[in-house]
């Protein structure tokens, strides 16, 4: 009879380890990635002062984006990359970048593949990584950006990449708003009964905290501290690890989606950008 109910326990024991192997990751990526592809019977246009532009990630993987000039008869001398957050497209974050516009930098604001006109699937940082890579490689090879002049830009899920870019090519400045430290920290806050072992089958790694220390230029966060989705202190953990110059901007009472509470933060990272070293 105890036989019987070990050799049940271990079968059970299995099947559910093989369910977490193969369906957490699965999971994963359906919380990570929320694109909001664009209705092909509804054109787009671009928003006012801004114009389409595409290029490729991968072979068959075209990118569409936004690019706004502060001055359309020469380049500003700033660009400034903006990567989004992981839910919908690039059109609930031009305003934004309008206003960044407006304040005298050039902007590439980008979608991720599978959001909005941008071709293929998200699947998981690598992908998320790529797609950065040929943003970069637009504004450099295409538009002739220096990449030292080129501030990174990064909101949410959009954080991980920048702080990757800072990492692998030389920047003015990077902005991380509302950052991920780590996927590991980000679970361990939001589930913390969740098993260590279960926790390690996650396939994204988002170790900002891991690598932001190694970043080529200065380095802003701005967090709320109301955030409801991403912790401010996970905010404070990515600025700790940052090396000097470094700025840290709390916005009291600031939920996730800055935007929400005013521009306090656009204000705050354009000065920055204009003067990451004072």
């Avoid at 909001?36 to 990630?57: E, H, K, N």
């Avoid at 690039?90 to 902007?107: K, N, Q, S, T, Y």
């Avoid at 939001?190 to 190694?214: C, M, Q, S, Y």
Wanted: glycine share 8%.
């Amino acid at each position: 009879m105890l036989q019987r109910i070990f050799g049940f326990l271990t079968a059970l024991a299995v099947f559910v380890g093989g369910m977490a192997f193969v369906g957490v990751p699965v999971l994963e990526r359906r919380l990570t990635f929320l694109p909001v592809a664009a209705d092909p019977a509804r054109p787009w246009t671009p928003p006012a002062g801004a114009q389409d532009v595409f290029f490729d990630s991968a072979p068959g993987i075209t990118l569409h984006g936004w690019y706004w000039r502060a001055d359309p008869a020469k380049p500003a001398p700033i660009t400034i990359l903006y990567s989004h957050g992981n839910a919908d497209n690039v059109v609930p974050f031009a305003p934004e970048a309008a206003r960044l516009a407006a304040a005298g930098f050039d902007v590439l604001l980008f979608d991720y593949r599978g959001y909005g006109r941008s071709a293929g699937s998200s699947d998981d940082e690598s992908t998320l990584f790529s797609d950065g890579r040929a943003a970069m490689d637009y504004l450099v090879r295409q538009r002739g950006v220096p990449p030292q002049s080129i501030a990174h830009y990064g909101y949410s899920l959009g954080s991980v990449l920048a702080a990757e870019l800072s990492v692998t090519y030389p920047c003015r400045a990077v902005v991380l708003l509302a950052p991920l430290a780590s996927m590991s920290i980000h679970v361990s806050l939001l589930f913390p009964w969740l098993p260590e072992a279960l926790r390690g089958l996650a396939r994204n790694r988002f170790d900002t905290v891991g690598k932001i220390a190694r970043a080529n230029c200065p380095v802003m966060v701005i967090h709320g501290d109301r955030d409801e989705v991403i912790d401010v202190a996970q905010g404070r953990a990515v600025w700790a690890a940052a090396r000097e110059p470094k700025r840290l901007v709390i916005i009291p009472g600031g939920p996730h989606w800055l935007g929400s509470a005013g521009n306090t933060h656009i204000d705050a990272a354009t000065a920055f950008i204009r003067s990451p070293h004072s």
